[in-house]
């Protein structure tokens, strides 16, 4: 089952609640970078069952799901908390996350990237060969297809 960006960006955010251990440091830029990292690892395991039902563009900073990102740029560069009523009201109508192959690429992306800052994560999106870079480099602004994803996955020495 494919959930809309909102829905992962919720899961996110309901982790990073419950991890004392994990920095509470999760900004729009940050929770973008995660969700397209579970996408890129949905579909490098079955390119014809993505996590994500949403695109996601090269933008300037990388990769980003324009949908998240219409729903939290009020926030600006400021850390989410799903303790803020605000952020609350934003992901209200969220599709609750419960499969275990979908619960399973959203913790093992958070188990290895939780401790990364959202700088840290654009770098590592900004990888040469990277899905965001093939795209940027032609078509800046393009949506990232999923068989580029799928092909080329972030981070991955060539």
């Not at 995660?34 to 563009?57: G, I």
């Not at 599709?95 to 770098?123: E, P």
Request: a neutral charge.
């Amino acid at each position: 089952m494919a959930y809309t960006s909102l829905d992962v960006a919720n899961a996110f955010l309901e982790l990073a609640q419950r991890d004392a251990s994990a920095k509470q440091d999760i900004s729009n830029m940050k929770l973008q970078k995660l969700v397209f990292f579970a996408q890129v690892l949905s579909v490098c395991m079955d390119k014809n069952d993505p996590l994500v039902s949403s695109n996601f563009h090269a933008w300037d900073y990388g990769p980003v799901s324009p949908l998240l990102y219409k729903k939290i740029k009020q926030f600006g560069s400021a850390f989410l908390s799903l303790e803020n009523p605000k952020v609350q009201e934003v992901f209200a109508g969220c599709t609750s996350i419960s499969d275990s192959r979908s619960l399973a690429i959203i913790h093992a992306i958070w188990d290895q990237f939780k401790g990364y800052t959202s700088v840290q994560l654009s770098m590592l999106s900004h990888h040469r060969d990277s899905p965001w870079s093939v795209v940027y480099n032609t078509n800046r602004y393009g949506i990232i297809p999923i068989d580029v994803m799928a092909e080329k996955k972030f981070g991955e020495q060539q």
